[in-house]
T-cell receptor, first 117, second 113 residues
Framework: AQKITQTQPGMFVQEKEAVTLDCTYDTSDPSYGLFWYKQPSSGEMIFLIYQGSYDQQNATEGRYSLNFQKARKSANLVISASQLGDSAMYFCAMREGWGGGGNKLTFGTGTQLKVEL | DVKVTQSSRYLVKRTGEKVFLECVQDMDHENMFWYRQDPGLGLRLIYFSYDVKMKEKGDIPEGYSVSREKKERFSLILESASTNQTSMYLC????????????FGEGSWLTVV
């Protein structure tokens, strides 16, 4: 079974609009973390936002917020006021556990976001 | 500023060649990782290392090996490159404690002909 599922291979949004990128996850570990990364066409992976499984509040970082619904096992990324520079591939990722190699990430297949004028 | 540097951005190698992909981080991180990225498959973990000379297999280690002789350097080795190893390779590093941000290099595009 997929541990991280991103069901939207591609999304379009108009500049200045908000957009939600979906991510669902599957784990039986009570301790986990969820990450979102942005990958522009140049290839580098840029860390955007992190949510821990015990965090009470949804994470926010500037125009990025994470809509964390633990019971539904979803961790959607919301980008407010989209900009042309937001056009990129977006990956959701999960870390499970805390011991040993507990910083390994499992990635979803990504969502390609295109922001239009 | 955080820096993970991959030595080559673009490589073209022949089938059967031994290929070295080098990664260096300047943040004194304990953990280092090698991922492979393919369209429609996302990033998949090849190997990771949580200390010098320590390594663990990831999800797709077949056809690859790694070396970590110094804390700042993590090398990915393709002993005998094959065309199905044509891909984008990403190196990453993080502090040892889980929950810390994982930083990525810019990626190495490898083509095996």
């Amino acid at each position: 079974a997929q541990k991280i599922t991103q069901t939207q291979p591609g999304m379009f949004v108009q500049e200045k609009e908000a957009v939600t990128l979906d991510c669902t996850y599957d784990t039986s570990d009570p301790s986990y973390g969820l990450f979102w990364y942005k990958q522009p066409s140049s290839g580098e992976m840029i860390f955007l936002i992190y949510q821990g499984s015990y965090d009470q509040q949804n994470a926010t970082e500037g125009r990025y917020s994470l809509n964390f619904q633990k019971a539904r096992k979803s961790a959607n990324l919301v980008i407010s006021a989209s900009q042309l520079g937001d056009s990129a591939m977006y990956f959701c990722a999960m870390r499970e556990g805390w011991g040993g190699g507990g910083n390994k990430l499992t990635f979803g297949t990504g969502t390609q976001l295109k922001v239009e004028l | 500023d955080v820096k993970v540097t991959q030595s080559s951005r673009y490589l073209v190698k022949r089938t059967g060649e031994k290929v070295f992909l080098e990664c260096v981080q300047d943040m004194d991180h304990e953990n280092m990782f090698w991922y492979r990225q393919d369209p429609g498959l996302g990033l998949r973990l090849i190997y990771f290392s949580y200390d010098v000379k320590m390594k663990e297999k990831g999800d797709i280690p077949e056809g690859y090996s790694v070396s970590r002789e110094k804390k700042e350097r993590f090398s990915l080795i393709l002993e005998s490159a094959s065309t199905n190893q044509t891909s984008m390779y990403l190196c990453a590093s993080s502090l040892g404690r889980p929950g810390n941000t994982i930083y990525f290099g810019e990626g190495s595009w490898l083509t095996v002909v």
